[in-house]
């Protein structure tokens, strides 16, 4: 069993910028893949970045690339995204999620574990 709570989110301007977290607690935490997911209002959840304990392995969605960030401190077991240069567009609620595997994957349904959810918000 893996616990997931993000926190970070809120109100910013476009072309701000945002830090959302992930903590995670549980057992061999370190065996998991940790993905953050979005969804906006009337959208289905999609795939934004993703990190594996170890290693260098990472992935993201093609329309962050080069503007987000994700990053893990695995001494706090937590993963965070940073984010910048945001667009209203990416209003949304953020999602982390965990999956038992050493590789990144984009595929929500292969991702167990799930946070509750962190909303945010970008202003035009």
């Known amino acids: 069993q893996v616990q997931l709570v993000e926190s970070g989110g809120g109100l910013v301007q476009a072309g701000g910028s945002l830090r959302l977290s992930c903590a995670a607690s549980?057992?061999?935490?370190?065996?998991?893949?940790v993905g953050w997911f979005r969804q906006a209002p009337g959208k289905e959840r999609e795939f934004v970045a993703a990190?594996?304990?170890?290693?260098?392995?990472?992935r993201y969605a093609d329309s962050v690339k080069g503007r987000l960030t994700i990053s893990r401190d695995n001494a706090k077991n937590t993963v965070y995204l940073q984010m910048n240069n945001l667009n209203p567009e990416e209003t949304a609620v953020y999602y982390c999620?965990?999956?038992?595997?050493?590789?990144?994957?984009?595929?929500?349904?292969?991702?167990?574990?799930w946070g509750q959810g962190t909303r945010v918000t970008v202003s035009s």
């Open positions: 999620a965990a999956r038992a595997a050493a590789t990144t994957s984009t595929n929500n349904s292969e991702y167990t574990y």
């Open positions: 549980g057992s061999s935490v370190g065996r998991y893949t």
């Open positions: 990190i594996t304990w170890f290693g260098p392995g990472s």
